[in-house]
């Protein structure tokens, strides 16, 4: 099992800058793709960005220039830099892993964290 905690979330003006933080405890998994979705009430869980464990990156099309994500991988952190925050990007952000056992070919499943709230003011 992968166990997520996230942090950072909180209360920002629009215009302003938060920072999230992942922190995966991997037990006995391999963890390769990292990264975050965002939900608002009534709303699907949308993609915000994922990192692979070689720092590829990959980011909603909406968020790009943004948003920035980027992974530690010796602490197994992964973080999303959020400038130029708007109202509209108020959400839960969830952190996700994807991992397996540390096996050639092992089957991935998806882990996700509890969610931290951010909420932008006009």
């Known amino acids: 099992q992968v166990r997520l905690v996230e942090s950072g979330g909180g209360l920002v003006q629009a215009g302003g800058s938060l920072r999230l933080a992942c922190a995966a405890s991997e037990g006995n998994m391999c963890i390769s793709a990292m990264g975050w979705y965002r939900q608002t009430p009534g709303k699907e869980r949308d993609m915000v960005a994922s990192?692979?464990?070689?720092?590829?990156?990959n980011y909603a099309d909406s968020l790009k220039g943004r948003f920035t994500i980027s992974r530690d991988n010796g602490k197994n952190t992964v973080y999303l830099e959020m400038n130029s925050l708007k109202p509209e990007d108020t959400a839960i952000y969830y952190c996700y892993a994807t991992a397996g056992f540390c096996v050639h070919g092992a089957k991935e499943s998806d882990y996700w964290g509890q969610g931290t709230q951010v909420t932008v003011s006009s």
């Open positions: 990192i692979t464990s070689g720092g590829r990156r």
